[in-house]
């Protein structure tokens, strides 16, 4: 097996989300050859080749795998946490041994701003989404937290370029994006 045991080392406050905690889990054995692998398979990772780390983004949790140990954000609880690494050690897993049917990628994904978000969306601050502005968001868009659908009015035909370019960027950094009409 690639990756044979985990061990939950530390909980500690998160630091995206105070309620939350942020969990370290030291790793029996060195992952870091599986990176390329999981950021062909997955959507939206952040590989940092040079730091040797991949960043996996899942139903706004975020998952760091460095080369000896694992760090989880926005999480609720140790039990979530073991769910989680549980998971990660079969996923670990499951891609070390198809490897060789997969293309590996060492490409750094575009790390999305939400300054850039906010700059495509209508910019009014109308409130429909449910955020008292289009910063806030751009913010929550950013960290998946929101979905670009929910912005009703950018999908009128008003705002069909800025429309264009911003469903265009998004899906460039992996986020699944709806059709021109939303949908
Ligand atoms: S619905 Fe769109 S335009 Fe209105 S506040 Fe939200 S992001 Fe801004």
Request: charged share 30%; hydrophobic share 40%.
């Amino acid at each position: 097996m690639f990756l044979n045991s985990y061990k939950i080392t530390r909980i500690l406050p998160c630091l995206a989300d105070p309620e939350k905690i942020r969990v370290i889990a030291e790793i029996s054995d060195e992952i870091h050859e599986v990176f390329p692998y999981l950021n062909a398979i997955l959507k939206g990772c952040i590989f940092n080749h040079p730091a040797l780390t991949l960043t996996i983004k899942k139903d706004g949790k975020l998952f760091t795998l460095h080369a000896h140990h694992i760090t989880l954000a926005k999480i609720e609880d140790e039990k979530e946490a073991e769910e989680i690494l549980r998971w990660l050690k079969g996923l670990i897993n499951e891609t070390y041994e198809k490897r060789e049917q997969i293309e590996p990628n060492y490409s750094m994904a575009a790390e999305l701003k939400a300054l850039d978000i906010y700059r495509l969306l209508p910019g009014t601050s109308c409130k429909k989404c449910g955020e008292l502005t289009c910063l806030a968001f751009a913010v929550k868009l950013v960290g998946r937290d929101i979905e670009i659908a929910k912005c009703d009015p950018l999908f009128s035909e008003k705002y069909q370029e800025k429309r264009k370019v911003l469903l265009e960027l998004l899906h460039a950094a992996g986020y699944d994006v709806p059709n021109s009409e939303g949908k």
